[in-house]
């Protein structure tokens, strides 16, 4: 009879009290996954069990303050088949976790230890540490007497580590007995074909084997020099393959793709290069280079960008009629100008949008009554709509958002059953109902926001697996949830906020590597947390508060230059200052005010026409001066009210957004003029 079958659990879940939260979602993590049918499992006495990780011992009892370990936990250990530790610096300075670890060693077990770190550092030795000492390099166990060291398996669910995903199938290939690459390949086939039974789409092979049919059959048309056929596979590739790729969020293998296309590029001989083969490179190198994006490399993206830009810029000249090479062309400049503007270079951005514009104009013009052609000249007026409306010029932003509503109903018009025209007039809803907001018209944004919510939720509900449309109804929840907060309507925005951050919960579950669904994450956290303290909710604030925080770091471990997030992190410690301050800690709230407002004083430096950073620039002064009233220090306080006014009346003379009235409000109160 084998192990399993000897243990009433299949693992013991060793954590600290902070990390409550891993441990709930690992112990439905476990409990819940099925391994592959195809998978070969050492076979045991009870083949039921060993098919599955369940069940797992999460809660522990309370402790008596004499006792190392409760009776029931010990009973517990003993009839655990694995230990798995949940390692973060909390964890390391838990006496409960390392009695759980040195008693779990002394049933004979260490073989079956296994660490699941989710924070801290392992053998730093200092506040980062997060092995617990009985797992570390000096570790004692059976009464103080020195062990052989055994080397636990370790999950790094960090982000600069394996990933939340990947760390959860290592664990599980450990306590299975299997290897992780087996398990890994036979779970993404798995998945995939079970994505395939339930969309429908024409994902046609399942994405852990796309890479190996591709290298399979690019090698062949290379040896045979079957272009026509090697071109076809490549066109799927960078057609069919990409969209189902993208709508399930697998931009790991969607970047293996645009590699393997480039190989293939690279083998040809210039005599086989044609401009079908250039404008398919020029494609590859779009999808490689937002694989890249998503993964924090922006300086790699815009090279990929500019090489595919150059590329079009030659196809465009050839043929100055062809509709395709000038979308193309089209096409190259935003990508250009998207990675300016995720960088916060606003002007660079600004430039290469306005150069769309009449590229794709002049494309409609040939066919008015083309959808798509529609739909590019909405796509290339948003984009410039939307850096305008970043740097302030709302008058402007606006008559381009209600010019792109027109373009979009005549789009849905001519072609009714398009899913993606109709969310494109709910981009526009949504666009105008921000703009209509930050004009001060909250009341008439509302319904925007409300229609753009409708048309996402529909949308939504007809492709629950959509990945990409999910992410857009987070978005409308969130906008809408804001809404509702200026409107004083709390409760509301509670839900509404609480549906935007649970959709991106999910989505991080299926990439958990995406920065841009941190980045959205972490925003939908931080104003949860405002909510929650205006509804007296301190507890739920703080744990919202935390999961922003969390979600900025694992954002910035991936991509420190990521502006948006930057910002975002600096906002968050402003409500760190605010939580600081309400439990009557002035000392700490001090420190993170004074650290929130000196690096978005950085970052206003860098981009002084962002207004986003210049929003949180103000808010950051004026919970400052707070602070430093509190803290008995009026002089400074004034001084810092002072500065904050004078940056509201230079940055925001027009402004009639919500957010900043009601600094504005509040400093009218302050006594700024009094020596």
Known sequence: ?????????????????????????????????????????????????????????????????????????????????????????????????????????????????????????????????????????????????????????????????????????????????????????????????????????????????????????????????????????????????????????????????????????????????????????????????????????????????????????????????????????????????????????????????EQVLPIVDQVAAQDPDNPDYLAEQSYARTNLGRVLEIQGEFEHALAIYLEIAGINQRAVQLAPSDEELQLEVGYAHNNIGKLLQAMGEIDNATQHFQQDLLIKQAISEANPNHNLIRAALARSYYFYGLNQYWRGKLEEAKELLALALKTVEDLLLVEGGSTEWMNHGAAYSLELANVEMNLGNSATARAYHDRSIELYRMLLAIDPENLSGRTGNAGAKVQSAKLALLQNDPRQALELANRAAAELQHLHETEPRNREISSKLVEARFVLGEVQSAAGDLPAARQTWRAAREQLDRDFADYRGPEMLAVHAALQERPLDQP
């Not at 000492?133 to 059976?142: D, G, I, K, Y």
């Not at 290069?273 to 779009?286: H, W």
């Open 1 to 353: 009879m084998g192990e399993t079958a000897e243990f009433k659990y299949r693992a013991f879940l060793s954590y600290g009290h902070t990390d409550a939260g891993w441990a709930r979602w690992l112990h439905r993590a476990l409990e819940g996954y099925r391994p592959p049918k195809k998978l070969v499992i050492p076979a045991s006495g009870d083949t039921s069990k060993n098919r599955r990780i369940a069940p797992v011992f999460r809660d522990r009892e309370e402790l008596s303050s004499g006792a190392d370990l409760s009776l029931a936990v010990n009973r517990a250990l003993a009839a655990s088949e694995a230990l798995v530790v949940i390692c973060s610096p909390a964890a390391a300075k838990s006496r409960w976790v390392n009695d759980e670890i040195l008693a779990f060693s002394k049933l004979g077990r260490p073989h079956r230890i296994f660490c699941f770190l989710v924070a801290g550092e392992p053998n730093s030795g200092d506040d980062q540490e997060c092995l617990p000492p009985a797992l570390r390099s000096h570790a004692t166990v059976n009464d103080g007497q020195a062990a052989t060291l055994v080397e636990p398996l370790a999950a790094d669910a960090r982000p600069q580590g394996d990933g939340r995903t990947l760390a959860k199938l290592k664990l599980i290939a450990g306590l299975l007995d299997v290897g992780f690459d087996d398990l890994r390949q036979r779970d993404l086939q798995r998945r995939h074909h079970r994505m395939l039974a339930i969309t429908g789409s024409s994902l046609l092979v399942a994405a852990v084997t796309v890479t190996l049919a591709i290298t399979t059959v690019l090698a062949m048309a290379k040896a045979e020099r079957s272009r026509a056929q090697a071109e076809d596979l490549v066109s799927f590739m960078l057609g069919e393959l990409r969209e189902s790729l993208n709508e399930i969020g697998r931009l790991d293998v969607y970047m293996e793709v645009g590699n393997k296309a480039m190989e293939y590029f690279s083998s040809l001989a210039d005599e086989e290069v044609n401009d079908n083969t250039l404008n398919q490179r020029a494609k590859a190198l779009r999808q490689i280079g937002t694989a890249r994006i998503d993964h924090g490399d922006t300086e790699a993206a815009l090279e990929s960008y500019h090489e595919a830009l150059e590329i079009s810029q030659r196809l465009a000249g050839r043929d100055p009629q062809n509709p395709e090479w000038q979308l193309g062309l089209a096409n190259g400049h935003f990508y250009v100008g998207w990675v300016h503007w995720r960088r916060g270079e606003l002007a660079a951005a600004q430039a290469e949008f």
